[in-house]
């Protein structure tokens, strides 16, 4: 089976070690919906707790329930599996309604029910808060977890994409490359060798952006992302004022999520890309040309992950670590910064 890379780390070599996901209880996650439903129209908004409980598979367990096609029954993203996650689903109201009072299934539990004119989409939520708990040999003294801590609060991590976005034994990256070598398979699996493939090669390119220390500061060529927006503009020339942005968390650069039209970025930073992409590893190579053949639109994502409400607990043998962090962030890209976890 194909493995990951080693990808290089921002603030160096991990300030302690333990394991994750002893328990689902050790992995909690609490979605942030961003917006207040309205309380009327033609979806129930169901706010559920789950545990060890699959989101795709619960999603089928309520359309079932409301006697829907599953296609109507909406969220906004996918939660772990292995863990305690709180997340709103919207559920198309059939004629007569749904007694939700009859809902029952193991590791499930309904917290609040409303009403929304809308169905809940795919990322249309703001973000998740995380609990998590490392259990073991923690073996690092608090002062040495606080400067870490401390360091991550201010520079935020890089915004790798997490190894669960590979698959189990990273066996996603042979999908991506059968389906963009021309195997025919479904179109769930399709879209999923797809992301695989952008997901690699965006990580691959901030690696070398991490290796040269410029995952947190702007190149010349850059597209520059505004913190908290989808806003992106082109940074063809640096000056103080940009810098001094970037230094303080409201810019962060960018760099090309692979595919038609890429790279986005210009000069230094598109030469950097370029040559990460057209590297002869097995994977990096093919999945560019594969995407661009694909018809894949390329896009931009920001390179840095500022991570809000961070803090710690460390007991004997238990470090309990909380954070935010926006939608289409992997809390484990944290973890890896902080923690040498199995």
């Not at 070599?13 to 207040?36: K, M, N, Q, Y």
């Not at 190579?285 to 994502?301: K, Q, T, Y």
Request: a neutral charge; one cysteine or more.
């Amino acid at each position: 089976m194909p493995a990951l890379p080693d990808w290089a780390r921002a603030h160096g070599t991990p300030a302690c070690s333990g394991a994750i996901r002893s328990s689902a209880a050790d992995f909690i996650v609490e979605e942030t919906l961003g917006f207040e439903p309205s309380d009327d129209g033609e979806h129930d908004f169901l706010k559920l707790e789950k545990t060890d409980t699959n989101t795709d598979w619960l999603a089928r367990q309520l359309a079932r329930h409301a006697g829907i096609p599953a296609r109507d029954v909406g969220f906004a993203g996918l939660k772990d599996r292995r863990a305690v996650t709180t997340q709103w689903f919207s559920v198309r109201r059939p004629s007569g309604g749904t007694d939700w009072q009859t809902f029952a299934l193991d590791g499930v539990r309904i917290l609040d029910i409303r009403r929304n004119a809308r169905k809940l989409r795919r990322g249309a939520h703001s973000g998740n808060r995380f609990r998590i708990a490392i259990r073991g040999n923690v073996g690092a003294e608090g002062a040495a977890i606080d400067a870490r801590v401390a360091a991550i609060a201010t520079r935020g991590v890089p915004n790798y994409f997490g190894e669960q976005r590979f698959g189990r034994d990273a066996g996603n990256l042979s999908l991506a490359l059968d389906v963009l070598g021309g195997k025919r398979v479904r179109r769930h699996e399709r879209s999923l060798a797809l992301s695989t493939a952008r997901s690699y090669l965006f990580n691959s390119i901030l690696d070398a952006r991490v290796r040269e220390g410029s995952w947190d500061r702007l190149v010349k060529g850059d597209r520059a992302n505004l913190d908290g927006s989808a806003s992106v503009f082109a940074v063809d020339e640096l000056s103080s004022e940009l810098e001094l942005r970037a230094a303080a968390g409201d810019l962060h650069p960018t760099a090309t999520l692979w595919g038609e039209g890429a790279p986005l970025s210009t000069f230094d930073a598109a030469a950097l890309e370029v040559d990460v992409v057209g590297k002869d590893d097995g994977y990096t190579a093919n999945f560019a040309a594969g995407l661009v053949a694909a018809r894949f639109e390329a896009a931009s994502r920001p390179l840095r992950l500022p991570v809000r409400e961070i803090g710690t607990e460390l007991a004997e043998d238990c470090l309990s670590i909380g954070f935010w962090l926006p939608r289409g962030a992997f809390a484990t890209s944290v973890l890896r910064e902080l923690v040498s976890y199995r």
